[in-house]
């Protein structure tokens, strides 16, 4: 069974403090690590794909890196508008499970000013 | 549409009724999804849909679910019988394909049952 675990579950930064997110994963044959972005009421909102170690995408603030067991999110000066709960989401290899993501429970960051 | 759309956004039904949730997605999609979110938790798989073909069940929690997309687009979330443990936030998504397509999540349908 595929497990992600996401570490810590909630994090608190001053506006301009710089941290990272861990995912950590477990899935056979990896097809590709997602990370999501949700805001209070709203559905998870796309940010990356990663598909193979070694690999990195940046988007603004964020910075998704990822090795053979974990994926990292920087968040570099953090402002308050970064403030969300972070979803990792890996999908497994194979034509016959390539669809499902197995979801973590997610980092709930908070930004104050 | 530019995004994925659900409706209702939220639904409050008494215990034992049917309740009925619609998802629109992305226009041109052929992969749509249904996801169950509990509180403080991530999103879990429920069922896939390509095209009107259901591929994928394994996620329903139980035979008072049902899902369908009978022409390929809208698809309909149906819960019989609810009970309190059916409270929960349900996420349709869709994209293009599948194979580590992108997917698209909408708003969702938050669901409670009193």
């Known amino acids: 069974e595929d497990q992600v675990t996401q570490s810590p579950e909630a994090l608190r930064l001053q506006e301009g403090e710089s941290s990272s997110l861990n995912c950590s994963y477990t899935v056979s044959g990896l097809r590709g690590l997602f990370w999501y972005r949700q805001d209070p009421g709203k559905g998870p909102e796309f940010l990356f794909t990663l598909y193979s170690a070694g690999e990195e995408k940046e988007k603004e603030r964020l910075k998704a890196t990822l090795t053979k067991k974990e994926s990292f999110l920087h968040i570099t000066a953090p402002k308050p508008e970064d403030s969300a709960t972070y979803l990792c989401a890996v999908s497994r290899g194979g034509r016959s499970n390539d669809y499902k993501l197995s979801f973590g429970a997610g980092t709930t960051v908070t930004v104050r000013a | 549409g530019a995004g994925v759309s659900q409706s209702p956004r939220y639904k409050v039904a008494k215990r034992g009724q049917d309740v009925a949730l619609r998802c629109d997605p992305i226009s041109g999609h052929v992969s749509l999804f249904w996801y169950q979110q509990a509180l403080g938790q991530g999103p879990e798989f429920l069922t896939y849909f390509q095209n009107e073909a259901q591929l994928d069940k394994s996620g329903l929690p139980s035979d008072r679910f049902f899902a369908e997309r009978p022409e390929g687009s809208v698809s309909t979330l149906k819960i019989q019988r609810t009970q309190q443990e059916d409270s929960a936030v349900y996420l349709c998504?869709?994209?293009?394909?599948?194979?580590?397509?992108?997917?698209?999540f909408g708003e969702g349908s938050w669901l409670t049952v009193v």
């Open positions: 998504a869709s994209s293009f394909a599948t194979g580590g397509n992108t997917i698209y």
